[in-house]
């Protein structure tokens, strides 16, 4: 509809133009024909100038006529249109024809003058619109982008509360008024579903370890089968792996809570060569380890015992048997690889909770998931490559400081 209107309003402009045009070149012609008449009349009869004027005396009177005729321009040297008028006057000295020319502008040319110059407006008030709407919707818009940003940013690790800018507009007053209304209840589930999982999860620790205890009794008080000794065996096993699940829960939840906020100086060589040695007692993998004399960190010294437990033993229990796992670490990062041909599909998702490879695979259990966790308290950042040519998986922490 628009594009229709421009056309009609190009071609209205330029059968104007070329009306406004025609009327005024043939208005000259008639005012030099008058001119030229009154110097006939007085004996001043001008010479011929081709191809604008030319005057010649003829034998009788010829009609008026206006017309548009193709005359080769000597200056141009090529042909050009011309508007002429023919007149002829009878004077004392006889009867004359005058024909005045002026060369036209072409249709062509009036086109693209009016085409270029309506493209030409069209582009400046479009640049113009653009910018003041650009400014005008900036404006207009920026408490809801404001309230976006804010959204974006939101974070359960964050204690503040998200403040949303006032607007002129009542409605997205309203939105803002909506999305507190929202955060507010969503933050109150969290924390109502975190202090339930952290209450289960105490209270579960000692109907655990009065089962783990009551099972021990029976095998060592009774003269149970082979049988019943491997299926109490397996039991005792899934209420071990359930204490763990529970201590490793617990823990997220003190960290959520912020329960380890006086860090200290940890030095690494010393504090990553006594993890080595709990380690060589339960592990046949030979240790490679580089770390700086003077490396330390800030960190919970329990904290930094769970981070470097998990990536060791991770480190282990993927490992090749009796293969070397290679440890380095300075003032600026941690890290540790272990030999291991296996691919991980999906390395994004390897530091998630229970992330599984496929149905056969063990989950990575809520070890690495601590690891992050951890990291994330500190903002550490941890990552994961895997060389494919040395066969070598490999866990690192930058520290960031």
């Known amino acids: 509809m628009s594009s229709a209107l421009l056309l009609l309003t190009a071609a209205a402009l330029f059968i104007y133009t070329k009306n406004l045009l025609d009327n005024a070149i043939e208005e000259e012609l008639y005012s030099q024909v008058a001119f030229i008449e009154q110097n006939i009349e007085q004996g001043k009869a001008p010479k011929t100038i081709q191809p604008i004027l030319s005057i010649k005396?003829?034998?009788?009177?010829?009609?008026?006529?206006?017309?548009?005729?193709?005359?080769?321009?000597?200056?141009?040297?090529?042909?050009?249109?011309?508007?002429?008028?023919?007149?002829?006057?009878?004077?004392?000295?006889?009867?004359?024809?005058?024909?005045?020319?002026?060369?036209?502008?072409?249709?062509?040319?009036?086109?693209?003058?009016?085409?270029?110059?309506?493209?030409?407006?069209?582009?400046?008030?479009?640049?113009?619109?653009?910018?003041?709407?650009?400014?005008?919707?900036?404006?207009?818009?920026?408490?809801?982008?404001?309230?976006?940003?804010?959204?974006?940013?939101?974070?359960?690790?964050?204690?503040?509360?998200?403040?949303?800018?006032?607007?002129?507009?009542?409605?997205?007053?309203?939105?803002?008024?909506?999305?507190?209304?929202?955060?507010?209840?969503?933050?109150?589930?969290?924390?109502?579903?975190?202090?339930?999982?952290?209450?289960?999860?105490?209270?579960?620790?000692?109907?655990?370890?009065?089962?783990?205890?009551?099972?021990?009794?029976?095998?060592?008080?009774?003269?149970?089968?082979?049988?019943?000794?491997?299926?109490?065996?397996?039991?005792?096993?899934?209420?071990?792996?359930?204490?763990?699940?529970?201590?490793?829960?617990?823990?997220?939840?003190?960290?959520?809570?912020?329960?380890?906020?006086?860090?200290?100086?940890?030095?690494?060589?010393?504090?990553?060569?006594g993890r080595v040695k709990d380690f060589q007692g339960i592990s046949k993998n030979t240790f490679q380890i580089e770390v700086t004399e003077d490396a330390h960190v800030k960190m919970d010294p329990y904290l930094a015992e769970v981070l470097f437990n998990n990536l060791l033993g991770n480190a282990i229990k993927y490992s090749q048997p009796e293969s070397e796992i290679h440890i380095k670490a300075n003032t600026l990062m941690f890290r540790v690889s272990n030999i291991g041909a296996t691919l991980i599909d999906n390395p994004e998702k390897i530091f998630e909770r229970f992330y599984k490879e496929g149905a056969t695979k063990k989950a990575t259990g809520l070890g690495l998931s601590i690891v992050n966790k951890i990291c994330k308290y500190y903002s550490f950042t941890p990552s994961y490559r895997f060389l494919e040519s040395e066969q070598l998986h490999s866990f690192q922490i930058d520290f960031n400081e």
């Open 57 to 273: 005396q003829i034998t009788d009177i010829r009609p008026t006529q206006v017309r548009d005729t193709m005359i080769y321009d000597p200056r141009q040297d090529e042909v050009e249109l011309f508007r002429e008028l023919s007149k002829s006057t009878k004077t004392v000295n006889g009867v004359y024809e005058i024909k005045v020319r002026v060369l036209v502008v072409e249709s062509e040319d009036i086109f693209m003058g009016i085409a270029i110059s309506f493209l030409s407006i069209l582009a400046i008030a479009f640049l113009i619109l653009f910018f003041i709407n650009k400014s005008r919707n900036e404006k207009l818009w920026y408490p809801f982008f404001s309230s976006l940003n804010k959204l974006k940013n939101f974070s359960f690790d964050t204690k503040e509360p998200i403040v949303f800018e006032l607007s002129k507009i009542q409605e997205f007053n309203d939105l803002n008024n909506g999305l507190n209304e929202l955060v507010t209840k969503i933050r109150s589930d969290y924390n109502n579903l975190k202090q339930f999982t952290e209450d289960v999860s105490h209270e579960a620790q000692t109907p655990l370890a009065i089962i783990q205890a009551k099972i021990e009794n029976i095998i060592n008080e009774n003269d149970i089968s082979d049988k019943q000794y491997e299926e109490l065996s397996s039991i005792q096993e899934d209420i071990k792996r359930l204490t763990q699940l529970n201590q490793r829960l617990i823990l997220l939840a003190k960290i959520d809570n912020d329960q380890f906020a006086n860090p200290k100086a940890i030095n690494l060589n010393q504090f990553i060569s």
